[in-house]
């Protein structure tokens, strides 16, 4: 049963800007679906009509089961959303802010349950500071405790870790999992391919307002994915040898390096008969290793074949 489910969606802005074409997208419960996509391709503009900040132009969506828009505050209640933006009260207190927050969703107070979500967030030592002496990964915290405050089923994080330490960025790596395990949905936007290659089940990739890709993750990896060759060369190569042209082959370090990219689910590499030819060449290698492409790799090559197209 899909948490979430989005037909037909478009949003044109008032400028006359079409920031989404026509998304069908359906999420399944307990989830981890990543989206991405270059700056502006839609991303924030889809959270946004989602949790009811934004109206679509056309289009339906349901969470679990609520229309966001005929059955808003259904829906609303379903979903916690992480802004981009840190959006609260500097003066108030991390606990106030908190619990507060669940206020708004009408939800009768447990403050165990907000301890609880304190706890985990590491801001419990922190719940009588006020909002403004806190450091920005602690704001960013408190941004993901008030968004989990009313037990939303479906949590959306908007970049959730731009701009973050290393430290901040693996504990909430951990949380997301952690609410994973409780059957959270979790939908994130972001720009760290690594961050996808991480946590997500699923990808999707969107550029100028068109969800071009939606896959397993896993099964992405291994459609798209290339395995390059990097051969540490004996002498520094100038140029790719004339004869070396029925590969793909590219020159780094200063030409210390030969790249091979290739297939790796193809029958036939071409690696043996590249390192006979190099052989016949003579031109020598030190080394040698091979590294599966990343999702980074197979992002960027997405957006540069779209981008050339359009
Ligand atoms: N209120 C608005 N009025 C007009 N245009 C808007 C508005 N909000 C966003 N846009 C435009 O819509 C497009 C999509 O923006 P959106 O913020 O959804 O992209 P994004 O993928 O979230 O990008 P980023 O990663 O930079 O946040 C952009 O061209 C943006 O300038």
Known sequence: MPVIEI???????????????????????????????????????????????????????????????????????????????????????VLATVTFSRGLFGKAPNPAF??????????WDKRDAKIMTLSGGMKRRVMIAKALSHEP?????????????VELRRDMWAMVRKLRERGVTIILTTHYIEEAEEMADRVGVILKGEL?????????????????LTLNL?????AVPADLSDWDLTLKNEGGELEY?????????GVPALIRRL?????????????????????????????AAA
Do not use: W
Request: glycine letters at 8%; aromatic letters at 4%.
């Open 279 to 307: 052989e016949a060449l003579n031109i020598g290698f030190k080394d040698l290793n091979t590294r599966q492409s990343s999702l980074e790799d197979i992002f960027v090559s997405l957006v540069h074949r779209n981008g």
């Open 261 to 269: 990219s290739f297939d790796a689910n193809a029958e036939d590499t």
């Open 114 to 123: 907000i301890e609880g979500v304190l706890k985990d967030l590491s801001l």
């Open 7 to 93: 037909e037909g969606l478009t949003k044109t802005y008032k400028s006359g800007l079409q920031a989404l074409k026509r998304v069908d997208l359906s999420i399944a419960k307990g989830e981890i679906f990543a989206l991405l996509g270059p700056n502006g391709a839609g991303k924030t503009t889809l959270i946004s009509i989602v949790c009811g900040i934004v109206t679509p132009t056309t289009g339906t969506v349901t969470a679990d089961g609520h229309d966001i828009q005929s059955d808003f505050r259904a829906a609303r209640t379903k979903i916690g959303l992480v802004p981009q933006e840190l959006t609260t009260d500097a003066f108030e207190t």
């Open 153 to 165: 089923d479906i949590l959306f994080l908007n970049e959730p870790t731009a701009g973050v330490d």
């Open 212 to 228: 071009i890709l939606v896959e397993e993750k896993t099964a992405l990896m291994k459609k798209l994915g290339k395995k390059t």
């Open 234 to 238: 004996v002498e520094p190569l100038d």
